[in-house]
């Protein structure tokens, strides 16, 4: 992939033991890791232990302490997201609401596609839930949503969703993230720096 193509993250926001979010996430890394057009990068929050935020001063100030700079550091990177999130009873979890409010410029300005997943209904009221809290970090949500309906079994032996939809959308969700991604990098360097989210 092309050194200068817009570097994604996907997020994966569940921390359980025996999280199925594993799969889910490995899942739309490798459709997105086999497009040229940009780089993706799985992420964990596991990796990422923060403590439920205890900081101070408002994110907004930017006055990290040392656990959170580097998360600060990885995000502010970053030209895009994709969070996959789990639904906990109708909601996405707090260990994913913890990881977005430690920061806020970091966020700001970036495509952001949501990747859903539950028992039965796709996750689809934590990924509406989720979109909420990333419009007012100024993250621009795109349209096209996955849910992935955990029940018998998702993906086969070979890694594709058994509903084959569910491939049709992935594509066409990663289509519009990588869209938006390019067309608002060159755009966030246009903001000046005393503007409210530069
Ligand atoms: C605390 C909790 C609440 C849950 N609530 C819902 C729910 O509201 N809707 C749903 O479809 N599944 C619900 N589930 C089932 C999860 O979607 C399922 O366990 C899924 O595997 C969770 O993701 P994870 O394994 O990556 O943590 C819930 C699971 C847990 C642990």
Redesign the pocket.
């Known amino acids: 992939v092309n050194e200068t193509a817009p570097k994604m993250l996907i997020v994966l926001g569940?921390t359980?033991q025996?999280?199925?979010?594993?799969a889910?996430a490995r899942w739309i890394s490798e459709r997105a890791n086999a497009r040229a057009d940009a780089r993706f990068e799985l992420i964990d929050l596991r990796d990422w232990p923060l403590p439920f935020l205890q900081n101070p001063t408002p994110p907004a100030l930017r006055r990290y302490d040392d656990t959170t700079q580097p998360w600060a550091d990885k995000i502010g990177a970053a030209d895009g997201f994709v969070f996959v999130t789990?639904?906990?009873?109708?909601?996405y979890?707090a260990v994913l609401k913890n990881a977005l409010d430690h920061l806020y410029r970091e966020w700001g300005y970036k495509p952001a596609a949501v990747v859903s997943?539950?028992?039965?209904?796709g996750?689809v009221?934590?990924g509406e839930q989720l979109r909420q809290v990333l419009i007012e970090l100024r993250m621009v949500p795109v349209r096209d949503q996955v849910g992935v309906s955990?029940i018998g079994q998702a993906f086969d032996e070979r890694g594709r969703a058994r509903d084959e939809r569910l491939e049709r959308m992935a594509l066409t969700m990663l289509d519009e993230l990588v869209w938006w991604a390019a067309t608002l990098r060159p755009a966030r360097l246009l903001r000046s720096a005393s503007s409210p989210a530069a």
Not at 86 to 91: C, F, L
Not at 117 to 121: D, L
């Open positions: 569940s359980r025996n999280r199925q979010g594993e889910v789990p639904e906990y009873n109708h909601g979890p997943y539950g028992v039965a209904g996750g009221r934590a955990l």
